[in-house]
């Protein structure tokens, strides 16, 4: 490719709502270029990047048995309808309706869309497994679009979906796709972590998240550097600090602590360990039987210096739907403010949960339920009833046991680029997508989905590849391979000479080149392919003809090396093969 | 490909809905799956093609100097309303709001947007030429979506927008598209013709129209075979029938013709050629002026035989906005019934627009504006005074003069599967997309436009190649070159070796292969690949084997030819290159 035959367009300057570094970078690289609020054009530059990526996948995925279609992006709500997610999706789906008032949705996902096309093509457990999968637009109108390609509302993803005739096939299929993807994130040549994943909304029996590490990364990613035990936050288990509970050795005090309604604070004015004190967060669930409202009071207990997980919180027995209690609640059931609650003296019918580091703490420090008190030396047993339940209810810090009991916990942080879920029968049960298995009797699909951010990879790329002065491409996702800057082609015969041979040389390698024969100064023509990214660079110079040599340049390389010029194309070769 | 993990799913009979032949054999051919209303899930067996076709339009367009992008689906309403096609689409735009209540359109076509991106990006005349293409999907919302991928809402097609600094550079650009979409559509390996288009709502200064030829086509296409003149029906110029008036010969006579208001009946009842009659339309025009509505009268005379063009009557002069006139108006403008209208006698203010054959007729029967009764042997001149006006106003016939002088027209039929339009300045100019030229001086880009339907090249294929067995797609297009039948491959370790060493071969040698292992009887695995369209078909069995052959048969062949087992390879590339 010649520069001038292709679009190139660099600017100084990211525009100021590219808040994060790969936004900034691909729009100062002219590879994205915004429409509105999260839509963006792909522009040469980026749309060449973009096919690099999907030619992995499709590679891969075909490699792995998957078959490609298409789906539609516009697609009837009837069928969103019946697995009851035309009500549960929100805001977020956008809906459509046509010249004749029918309601469509464009597709943030094709869940329903391929559990259609497979109930009404698929008769026979001979039939399985099956496994389709699409690249496609999708749309979610997120409510504050950003970060560029990171958090658009219009995107491409990969999606697989596969079927199999019981769970030890689908569990199979799952693991061909996970080793899929493995390959696939070896491929991109980018460092990224598998992590199990909580299943959430989408329910199913097990998922794992592909993050792509980055230390600008929104996810905290659990890892044990001694074992392969990985997960996300929310999915990592806590185990108690101390695995077994201490004898108490204080005896139970009152101490005044004014205006000490945080941990932080009352360990600081009792001069006493964070890791000491327990907090206290009252929670309230509703019920309505029989058109009456009936409320229930929960009183969770974690250490001062722990994080609550939300997620471990709403898959305790009977918190699924919980919220704050109010003050009005707390005055009402404690008989005290917020900040000065804690387990003793609480009367029924208050439920206490305690994490399980909580529960295994002795002469802790926790509210007196009497404002401007605490207690220290508070021991289970002794001072209070144990905890009605102990759960596991906090996000794991570093230096945790990592629960495979193999070494201890460290966390990194990423961009969440695929995921992987066993779906089950979630979606053939409420679709109604059935198969004769082999007694002749009709039973529900299991399916698993399989997804990857194909737009979003490039910003992940980048959030892990850049320096001050621009993107630095892995070599499979780079837009061009190799790049020859002639240094006044149209000046110098021999200049000239030198560049074309080795471009064409090049091109017969079946080498990915671009030429910048666009005729810019030296500093600005550097500088561009150093935003841009472009691995491997050749300066095509007099000065160094005038010795036998070209310059080469990787990206990650703080000096050029003089490379003869019979030699040139062979050094390249070597290096694009490292 | 192996079968077994490709997917097939043919069905013995198609849809009733399903109208036209490449409708039936896609559906059949489990190529498409109806989702909605014109919305189709591409299925692995039609995708393939589609990616074939994409990847020949790719090469060509790259090949031309054209680069890919990709633009948005969703596209901002404001920037439709900058064109005034926000307004000016109506139905057909498929109109969205997203959570914010803001609007949008889900692309049709991608003009005002690739405007858009370009005004910012183009300063100068020295980055012109530029021409920016992208494969995308668009949906245009049809009242009645039909006839499978040809009319279908939801489609893909390649867009390419050209800008240039001037008429000529445009011309130019507009040329090498051309070229390019000659050689693309030989490269399909279509019979296919392009003709003079009309611009129509799109504007701009010319236009041609690529068509599959095809006896189902939508559209006529006039074309003389001893020159190279072409034209869709709207654009063909119609000569009159006699190049000059002959002189009068027979005297005017009123005679009765009761219940005659069509010429057919007028020439039945005189026993008189039809193409001896003028046919009469009576128009209205209204002006308003002052907030005062005034009409305009017009008489248009066509011939008997003659079919009227509408896109050449809207350009007569005063006829951009016209309708027919109302029985009411015709007795109070006439005095008489409609089905007996004529020049004679006629009163201002109606203006009488001939059409050029009926200008150049004499002694010709037409209306007396006296219900049951017409006029034989009227003249021009010597009866009524000469037409007001003589236009092109009818649809050529075969056998017509050529417009180019060179022969006489034939018609075929054809689908539209291309368009390509010099825009000039209409969008820059609605736009303010200008750059500055040589002088410094702002002027607006100039365009031109060029699609072709990728999605619907499929059914135009179909409707071109097809027989009582299915689809014979050509060579470019066929989802596998070749398909290899083994009978009783689980039976015979004979039939087993030899598929799988001609398989192995053919894949070696880089051919497009499918080996049916599906392990269906002959007859219905001969009947799958008939109808879905291999060009080369290969049966294994052992009775050839014993002799030491297979059987090879082309989807055109009425029979088969034993090839020695040894020479099949070389046998099957040499078909492969014919």
Redesign the interface.
């Known amino acids: 490719m010649r520069a001038s035959?292709?679009?190139i367009?660099t600017l100084k300057e990211a525009p100021s709502d590219a808040e994060i570094v790969s936004h900034q970078l691909m729009m100062r690289a002219g590879m994205i270029?915004r429409?509105?609020s999260g839509?963006?054009?792909?522009?040469?530059m980026?749309?060449k990047i973009?096919r690099k990526v999907e030619a992995i996948v499709r590679e891969e995925m075909n490699q792995s048995?998957a078959?490609?279609?298409?789906?539609?992006?516009?697609?009837?709500a009837e069928l969103w309808q019946e697995t009851g997610r035309w009500d549960k999706m929100g805001?977020?789906l956008?809906r459509?309706k046509?010249?004749h008032g029918r309601e469509?949705a464009?597709q943030p996902t094709a869940e329903e869309?391929i559990t259609?096309?497979v109930r009404?093509?698929i008769k026979s457990y001979r039939q399985l497994p099956?496994n389709?999968y699409h690249i496609q637009?999708k749309?979610r109108?997120e409510?504050r679009p950003r970060f560029g390609l990171m958090r658009g509302?219009?995107f491409t993803m990969k999606d697989a979906y596969s079927f199999d005739r019981d769970l030890a096939g689908m569990q199979a299929s799952y693991k061909v796709m996970y080793d899929a993807y493995v390959r696939i994130f070896n491929r991109f040549g980018l460092k990224f972590r598998a992590v199990a994943a909580d299943n959430g909304a989408i329910g199913g029996t097990g998922s794992h998240e592909f993050h792509v590490i980055a230390s600008t990364g929104e996810d905290a990613l659990v890892y044990c550097p001694t074992s392969d035990y990985a997960a996300n936050m929310e999915a990592a288990e806590a185990l108690p600090v101390n695995a077994t509970r201490p004898a108490a050795a204080q005896a139970l005090t009152k101490v005044a602590t004014p205006n000490a309604t945080k941990c932080e604070l009352v360990a600081e004015q009792l001069k006493l360990p964070l890791a000491q004190t327990v907090k206290t967060l009252a929670l309230t669930v509703e019920h309505e039987r029989d058109g009456k409202l009936t409320k229930q009071y929960f009183m969770l207990l974690l250490r001062g210096d722990h994080e609550l997980n939300e997620v471990k919180l709403g898959k305790v027995p009977g918190l699924a739907a919980h919220r704050f209690s109010t003050e009005e609640e707390i005055l009402e059931v404690y008989g005290t403010v917020p900040g000065y609650l804690g387990p003793i003296g609480t009367k029924a019918p208050v439920t206490v949960v305690a994490d399980r580091s909580v529960a295994n703490m002795a002469d802790f420090i926790c509210g007196a339920n009497d404002a401007g008190y605490h207690y220290t030396g508070a021991n289970w047993g002794r001072d209070t009833a144990e905890p009605s339940l102990v759960a596991d209810l906090r996000n794991v810090v570093e230096g945790d046991a990592s629960p495979d009991g193999k070494g201890v916990l460290a966390i990194e942080r990423g961009i969440e680029v695929g995921h992987v879920f066993q779906l089950g029968t979630a979606y053939s049960e409420a679709m109604k997508a059935t198969f004769l298995d082999e007694n002749g009797k009709p039973a529900p699909l299991q399916m698993g989905c399989y997804g990857i951010g194909v737009t979003r990879i490039l910003g992940a790329a980048i959030e892990q590849n850049f320096d001050d002065k621009g993107i630095i491409w892995p070599a499979a996702l780079a837009p061009f391979a190799l790049v020859l800057c002639p240094m006044g082609m149209d000046r110098s015969e021999a200049v000239k000479a030198a560049t074309e041979q080795l471009y064409a040389e090049a091109l017969a390698a079946g080498i990915d080149v671009i030429l910048d024969d666009r005729g810019h100064r030296p500093g600005q023509m550097f500088a561009d392919w150093e935003l841009i990214g472009v691995p491997h660079r050749v300066v095509i110079g007099d000065r160094g003809l005038k010795e036998g040599n070209l310059e080469y340049q990787g990206r990650r390389d703080s000096e050029a090396t003089a490379v003869p010029v019979a030699e040139a194309l062979a050094f390249i070769k070597g290096k694009l093969a490292q």
């Open positions: 035959r292709f679009f367009s270029k429409l509105g839509i963006y054009t792909y522009m040469p980026g749309l973009i048995g078959v490609e279609l298409l789906m539609p992006l516009i697609q009837p805001a977020e956008l459509i046509d010249r469509f464009f869309v259609d096309v009404s093509e099956l389709f637009t749309f109108d409510r509302r219009e």
